[in-house]
């Protein structure tokens, strides 16, 4: 039997899509826990590029059974559209199951996501726009709608009744924009619940059963871990539980069921979205990297802001999540740099400190405190033994290892499947 999570370690985007997608070759069953359409992963499998948001990479394996669980927040208009274009690209979808628990993202809620955006100007949080936060505060407010409702029109009408009336008071009261039709909304989401019902299921037992019978169970953690609604960089996070925490509660699984978490990260560090970011290139090198390393967001198509490895957010990663390990994606992006930059500590008046800041106000206040490193010149794209790699990039990861404190079990080198360098068994 082997349980693993696998979370990423920095602001989301750090290529969990193609790691997850690589794992899964092993898998038999790849549940996501958390998260909505804010994620967006991409996976590319012999020269085709599959971008997904909510449907677990694992179905791209035609025997990989995919789970979305309960604390996923479901956009069914995206989810069926997602469906129809894997099923347009040949691939069968027949093994995916949802949680009838997971709650779904209302019209409602991608409308007061902008609104609240708007409301907030120079304060935006730089929401994805997708609703995420007003979905898990109505489920917080336990307002929420959830995919089992859609299956029971009666009962759903008489809830989203009482729902719409107060996203509705509160919609032409307080922002003065048109009301939402409770019939055509009602009429729309039960034509999805239809369209979605031969997916449903009760997805905690599925996927207890799955680890019961022994089968290798994969989490697929969407965002990352500086994104948690607890553990990040409050407020400039999510709504959910990126960390491996999350694992556990999104899809009704006992914690002593997980046997192992991994964290993946980026060789350097992106975020998308505002706050803070210690390590942020504003120069050429950041730009330089963006571009190389297409650094625009697969959902939203924003640039990422880039900047230098933040070893102090990756052991703050490893305390949070409890890695076993680092999946370090992107080295290739890094070829031709004359030479790196880590940040190993962080320093402010109160002195150097190698913990990542407790408060915001602390945070705002650090400098990095750099650690350079020679670059390498040769491209490493087509290596596939660590060994292989030019004398720098194998110190770059040796450094990596000894200043974050946990193994590199995986290193990606490229966008296909091939382009990876396995160093460690992860199941
Ligand atoms: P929300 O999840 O749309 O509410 O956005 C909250 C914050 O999380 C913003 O900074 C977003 O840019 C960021 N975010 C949400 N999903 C992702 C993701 O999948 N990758 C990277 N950043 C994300």
Redesign the pocket.
């Known amino acids: 039997m082997s349980v693993i999570v696998v979370v ?1 370690a920095q ?3 750090e290529g969990k899509g193609k790691v997850i997608d690589f794992l899964s070759q092993q898998a038999h069953m790849v549940v996501r826990h958390q ?2 359409n ?3 992963h991409t996976v590319v499998v012999d020269d085709r590029e599959f971008k997904l948001h909510l449907v677990p990479s694992g179905i791209l394996y035609p025997e990989t059974r995919c789970v979305i669980a309960n604390g996923v927040v479901i956009d069914p208009k995206v989810l069926l559209t997602e469906i129809a274009y894997l099923r347009q690209r040949g691939v069968d979808v027949e093994r995916l199951r949802i949680s009838s628990k997971a709650h779904v993202v209302m019209p409602y809620h991608t409308r007061m ?1 902008a609104l609240n955006e708007e409301r907030r100007g120079e304060n935006k ?9 007003p979905a898990y505060m109505d489920k917080a407010a336990r307002v929420g709608i959830r995919v089992g409702d859609l299956l029971h029109p009666e009962e759903f009408h008489r809830r989203l009744e009482v729902v719409l009336e107060e996203k509705n008071h509160i919609l032409s009261r307080a922002y003065g924009v048109e009301p939402f039709s409770l019939e055509e909304m009602y009429r729309e989401f039960v034509g999805y619940g239809q369209d979605l019902a031969q997916y449903v299921a009760d997805a905690s037992l599925m996927i207890n059963e799955a680890i019961d019978g022994g089968e290798r169970v994969l989490f697929e953690g ?3 871990t500086m ?1 948690d609604i607890d553990h990040g960089t409050y407020p ?5 539980h990126p960390s491996a925490g999350g694992a556990a509660i999104g899809a009704g699984v006992g914690p002593t069921k997980i046997n192992h978490v991994y964290g993946v990260a980026k060789a350097y560090t992106t ?5 803070p970011f210690p390590t942020e290139l504003s120069d050429s090198i950041g730009s330089d990297i963006r571009e190389r390393g297409h650094e625009y ?4 198509g ?1 640039p ?1 802001r880039v900047g230098w490895l933040d070893a102090v957010v990756l052991r703050y990663a490893v305390r949070v999540n409890g890695l076993a390990g680092l999946a370090l994606t992107r080295l290739d992006v890094l070829d031709g740099l004359d030479s790196l930059k880590i940040a190993t500590a962080y320093e402010s008046e109160g002195g150097v400190t190698q913990q990542f800041p407790d408060t915001d106000g602390e945070l705002r206040a650090v400098q990095p405190v750099y650690e350079t490193l020679p670059g390498w010149k040769e491209p490493i794209g087509a290596i596939r033994k660590r060994e292989d790699l030019p004398q720098a990039a194998r110190r770059y990861l040796d450094r990596i290892e000894e200043v974050v404190g946990v193994p590199v079990v995986l290193v990606s080198v490229g966008r296909e499947r091939s382009n990876t360098i396995p160093l460690r068994e992860m199941f």
């Open positions: 990423g602001w989301g985007d998260g909505g804010n994620a967006g996501d949080i730089g929401t994805t726009l997708r609703g995420i936060g969407a965002q990352g994104l400039f996070v999510t709504s959910s975020r998308v979205g505002d706050g967001g697969t959902t939203t924003r990422r």
